[in-house]
């Protein structure tokens, strides 16, 4: 489903404003942040390949669409790829450092292998750019063609050469949940080449269940499929097996969070779950990082009690519009001790991107 919006609906981008004093811990280190090519190759070898995207002007100077096949999926900022301007939002926002990532639409595990790859890596060059004009603000969290294993552990091996932290992938590949067994070669280089896992929701399940408009795709799809992929990491004990692995999940974890008590429950109940989950799931989730987006200190509180204080890091969802404009707030709001504090605005971000 396309998420196409309207000039109007992203020209916040880019005023975040820090209100109230900043944390004694210093800035904020921003896992989930995206970018958007200003633009795409026209064609490859000649041809348009099926899901090939292209930018087109929005009537503003600022602002751009981006085209999949010829419609409107989503009306970004320059921000999305402009990144003096990026750097002076980070500034006004408290944030040290961002790791950037693709729009999630972009990971194009649905096109063509062949094609996916060459979009893919045309994607990750354009973020290395960024990365290198940032003096040292941005790291890079790439993307690889997730339908064909070894593409991606190609395009993998070659992201860690030019300096990126990590990658970015789907919740699901075309279904396919992040725990799955077939996806885990994919995970175990990862681990052995050291490179961060940052996992974003993507086509979520169960879109035919919601009733209103296409926006709740993000509002409620999101942390949806979100928690199910993070729990099929824990029912496949995929963790015990990787444990050098560091993988993290969008949205605050997804459900997850409201999920496992019920989890645990059922791994205390039915011998099935403990056959095929070698540790109890709140044990298994603590080897899990997560983002802090879910808006709400209260719920912020839970995550943070799910996934242990030394899991979760500030996530904004820059530059769209649906994001966490006051990110070191929100945090600053939930924990009150401040070496807490330095870990979720900082220093669980460093530690899952490599940096220390």
């Known amino acids: 489903m396309g998420m196409a919006t309207t000039p109007a609906e992203v020209a916040g981008a880019g005023t975040d404003r820090w209100r109230g004093p900043r944390p004694a811990c210093g800035c904020g280190v921003d896992v989930h942040a995206h970018a958007v090519p200003a633009s795409f190759p026209a064609s490859l070898r000649g041809r348009v390949p099926a899901g090939w995207p292209s930018m087109a002007p929005a009537g503003t100077a600022c602002h751009a669409h981006v085209l999949i096949e010829g419609k409107v999926y989503r009306t970004v900022s320059d921000r999305c790829w402009d990144v003096p301007k990026r750097l002076a939002d980070l500034?006004?926002?408290?944030?040290?450092?961002?790791?950037?990532?693709?729009?999630?639409?972009?990971?194009?595990?649905?096109?063509?292998?062949?094609?996916?790859?060459?979009?893919?890596?045309?994607?990750?060059?354009?973020?290395?750019?960024?990365?290198?004009?940032?003096?040292?603000?941005?790291?890079?969290?790439?993307?690889?063609?997730?339908?064909?294993?070894?593409?991606a552990v190609a395009e993998l091996q070659r992201l860690k050469g030019i300096g990126f932290a990590g990658v970015e992938i789907g919740s699901n590949v075309n279904g396919v949940p992040v725990g799955h067994p077939s996806l885990e070669p994919f995970l175990a280089a990862a681990a052995a080449l050291d490179m961060a896992v940052f996992v974003h929701a993507l086509r979520p399940a169960g879109m035919e269940r919601l009733v209103g408009p296409k926006n709740l795709q993000q509002v409620l799809g999101y942390p949806t499929d979100v928690g199910l992929a993070a729990a099929s990491v824990l029912t496949t004990g995929l963790m015990l097996r990787h444990p050098r692995l560091r993988i993290a999940f969008s949205h605050g974890g997804g459900t997850l969070a409201a999920l496992l008590p019920r989890l645990e429950r059922g791994w205390h109940t039915f011998p099935a779950l403990r056959e095929a989950m070698p540790e109890p799931p709140s044990a298994g989730a603590r080897r899990l990082y997560c983002d802090a987006l879910v808006f709400d200190a209260p719920m912020l509180r839970g995550v943070i009690a799910a996934f242990g204080e030394d899991r979760v890091m500030i996530g904004t969802d820059y530059p769209f519009n649906f994001r966490d404009e006051a990110p070191l707030r929100r945090i600053c709001e939930a924990v009150e001790d401040e070496a807490t504090r330095a870990r979720l605005l900082r220093d669980n971000a460093r530690a899952f991107l490599g940096l220390d």
Do not use: C, K
Request: zero cysteines.
């Open 91 to 151: 500034e006004e926002t408290g944030l040290s450092l961002q790791a950037v990532s693709p729009m999630p639409e972009l990971l194009s595990t649905w096109m063509e292998p062949a094609d996916a790859a060459e979009l893919l890596a045309y994607v990750n060059d354009t973020i290395a750019e960024m990365v290198a004009a940032s003096g040292g603000r941005l790291a890079g969290l790439g993307a690889v063609p997730l339908q064909d294993l070894d593409r």
